[in-house]
T-cell receptor
Framework: NAGVTQTPKFQVLKTGQSMTLQCAQD?????MSWYRQDPGMGLRLIHY???????DQGEVPNGYNVSRSTTEDFPLRLLSAAPSQTSVYFC????????????FGDGTRLSIL | AQKITQTQPGMFVQEKEAVTLDCTYD???????LFWYKQPSSGEMIFLIY??????QNATEGRYSLNFQKARKSANLVISASQLGDSAMYFC?????????????FGQGTILTVHP
């Protein structure tokens, strides 16, 4: 059972570099989202999507872009990496946007030097 | 906007004992959901239990139960018969409709340590 798959699991970038964190789910979920988790804090919502072609901002969207061209995939793009974006990133999906438990990927640990 | 407060940074419990992890929430929405997730040291997020705001019965899932007190805006997690494998970080979270649609808000978490 694949569920939510995130790649890569670890990544080190230099300040100013760009990269894309990949997220794919095979459960035909309409809702997908990206969170970041910083030490001593809970998860904070970056961007989310309620279906293909529809995205919206969460609590901490600055410095990140998303797109949703298919139901399965929801990539997160860092346009110009900054040390403040060093974090663990989680992708999640669920049948609906609210009142449904979200299924999380295993996370991507990202370090920006 | 919603806010989740977990006031216990760390909790200790003896194996086979029960433990309660506190969670209070602040929302102006009438319809909302409350969730608990477990994050072991390996890092993954594991869904434990869900309570809808209109559910009259407290949710239960095996050894997990959610003590939902709507008037107090609290949604405490009760773990019965603790096991060593329960040692982990636990997060309370909520979502809602209206302006909070699609936005899951997390508390800061409680680290639970189970002693043998």
């Amino acid at each position: 059972n694949a569920g939510v798959t995130q790649t890569p699991k670890f990544q080190v970038l230099k300040t100013g570099q760009s990269m894309t964190l990949q997220c794919a789910q095979d459960m035909n979920h309409e809702y997908m989202s990206w969170y970041r988790q910083d030490p001593g804090m809970g998860l904070r919502l970056i961007h989310y999507s309620v279906g293909a072609g529809i995205t919206d901002q969460g609590e901490v969207p600055n410095g990140y872009n998303v797109s949703r061209s298919t139901t399965e995939d929801f990539p997160l793009r860092l346009l110009s990496a900054a040390p403040s974006q060093t974090s663990v990133y989680f992708c999640a999906s669920s049948w609906e946007a609210s009142n449904q438990p979200q299924h999380f990927g295993d996370g991507t640990r990202l370090s920006i030097l | 906007a919603q806010k989740i407060t977990q006031t216990q940074p760390g909790m200790f419990v003896q194996e086979k004992e029960a433990v309660t992890l506190d969670c209070t929430y602040d929302t102006s929405d009438q319809s909302y959901g409350l969730f608990w997730y477990k994050q072991p040291s390996s890092g993954e997020m594991i869904f434990l239990i869900y309570q809808g705001s209109y559910d009259e019965q407290n949710a239960t899932e095996g050894r997990y139960s959610l003590n939902f007190q709507k008037a107090r805006k609290s949604a405490n997690l009760v773990i019965s018969a603790s096991q060593l494998g329960d040692s982990a970080m636990y997060f309370c979270a909520s979502d809602a409709g209206g302006t909070s649609y699609g936005k899951l808000t997390f508390g800061q978490g409680t680290i639970l340590t189970v002693h043998p």
